[in-house]
Nanobody
Framework: QLQLVESGGGLVQPGGSLRLSCAAS????????IGWFRQAPGKEREGVAC????????NYLDSVKGRFTISRDSAKNTAYLQMNSLKPEDTAIYYC???????????????????WGQGTQVTVSS
C-alpha cells in the first residue's frame, strides 16, 4: 500500500522552528517530485515548497522564502520541511504530496500530485 506519513508538527512560539518529516512506504520516493502544502481554517490549500526528483530544483511560496527549506533523503525514503522564524500566519495543517507526473521540475499546485499524506498540525502562538 502506497502511503505518505507526516510527522513533526506541534505548537511553537513565534520565531521558533519545527522540522516536518514525510515518510514514504510502499514506493520509492526518489521516483517522485515532492511538495509540501498547507491549509488554514477557512482558506484554500496552498503550496509551500517543492523539490524535484533529483533534488536539483526547488520552489517556495514567496512568504516562506528564506525561512523554510525543503530537502529529501533517499536512504531514509523521507522528505523534510525545515521551518524557521515561524509566524502566527504559518499556522495550518501541513500536508506532503508526491507527484509521478513531474520529472525535472516541481510545482506548487495540487492537481499534479498523485499521493497525499494525512497532514500534521502546526500552530504558531505565544
Amino acid at each position: 500500500q502506497l502511503q505518505l506519513v507526516e510527522s513533526g508538527g506541534g505548537l511553537v512560539q513565534p520565531g521558533g522552528s519545527l522540522r516536518l518529516s514525510c515518510a514514504a512506504s510502499g514506493f520509492t520516493l526518489d521516483d517522485y517530485a515532492i511538495g509540501w502544502f498547507r491549509q488554514a481554517p477557512g482558506k484554500e490549500r496552498e503550496g509551500v515548497a517543492c523539490i524535484s526528483r533529483s533534488g536539483g530544483k526547488t520552489n517556495y511560496l514567496d512568504s516562506v522564502k528564506g525561512r523554510f527549506t525543503i530537502s529529501r533523503d533517499s536512504a531514509k525514503n523521507t522528505a523534510y520541511l525545515q521551518m524557521n522564524s515561524l509566524k502566527p500566519e504559518d499556522t495550518a495543517i501541513y500536508y506532503c504530496a508526491a507527484s509521478s507526473k513531474l520529472f525535472r521540475t516541481c510545482v506548487l499546485t495540487t492537481p499534479l500530485h498523485n499521493y497525499w499524506g494525512q497532514g500534521t498540525q502546526v500552530t504558531v502562538s505565544s
